[in-house]
C-alpha cells in the first residue's frame, strides 16, 4: 500500500522516526517519505546538503519542473528554527517563479516537527510571513494523526495539480 492510500503512518516511517529521534539525524526519514510519496515517473526529487544540520530536498514535476520544497533541520533548538525558517525563504525567492503550478507549497521540518509554507506563484508572497518568534511555529508532531493529514494533504494538492499539467 502507499502512503497515499494510507490512513495511518506505516510501521516502517515510525521505526525511522524512532532510530532518528535516537541519532539527531533525520535526513534519512524525509528521503524515505518523499520516495514513497513523489514516485517516479511522474515524480523525481533532489537533494542537497547545506550544512552538519541541514538538508533540503526539491521535488519536480518529470519534465524537472519544481512543484514542493522540503527542508529538515536536525537542529531543534531555536537557532535551528530561525534557520529553518531563512533557509525556506531564500529556497522559495530561488524557485517560486520557476513552479509551473499556482502555488509551491513547503514543508519544513525540525526534528519531527513540522511547518507548512505556501507560496503563491502569481504575487510571489509566501505564507505564514516571515515572523520575529519562531520558536512555536513548528507545531504539528510529523507522527501525530494531525502530522499524517497535514502531510498527506500537501501531497496530495501537489499530485493532483501537477497531473493536470499533463
Known amino acids: 500500500m502507499s502512503l497515499t492510500d494510507a490512513t495511518v503512518w506505516p510501521e516502517y516511517i515510525i521505526n525511522f522516526a524512532s532510530s ?3 541519532s539527531n539525524h533525520y535526513f534519512a526519514l524525509y528521503n524515505k517519505l518523499l520516495f514513497n510519496l513523489f514516485r ?11 550544512d552538519i544540520n541541514t ?4 521535488v519536480y514535476t518529470k519534465d ?16 535551528g528554527r530561525i534557520k529553518g525558517d531563512q533557509q525556506m525563504r531564500q529556497r522559495y525567492d530561488a524557485l517560486l517563479t520557476e513552479c509551473p503550478l ?9 526534528g519531527t516537527a513540522l511547518r507548512i509554507y505556501c507560496g503563491d506563484v502569481t ?3 509566501v505564507v505564514p510571513p516571515s515572523e520575529d518568534n519562531l520558536e512555536q511555529a513548528w507545531n504539528i508532531d510529523l507522527l501525530s494523526p494531525e502530522g499524517f493529514a497535514e502531510v ?11 497531473r493536470l499539467l499533463y
Open 20 to 22: 532518528a529521534k535516537v
Open 40 to 50: 517516479p515517473p511522474d515524480f523525481v526529487f533532489g537533494h542537497e546538503k547545506s
Open 55 to 58: 538538508i533540503y530536498f526539491i
Open 64 to 79: 524537472y519542473r519544481p512543484v514542493l520544497i522540503v527542508n529538515v533541520q536536525n537542529d531543534v533548538s531555536l537557532q
Open 102 to 110: 499556482s502555488h509551491m507549497w513547503g514543508m519544513s521540518f525540525v
Open 123 to 125: 504575487t510571489g508572497s
Open 152 to 162: 498527506k494533504q500537501v501531497a496530495k494538492l501537489v499530485q493532483d495539480s501537477a
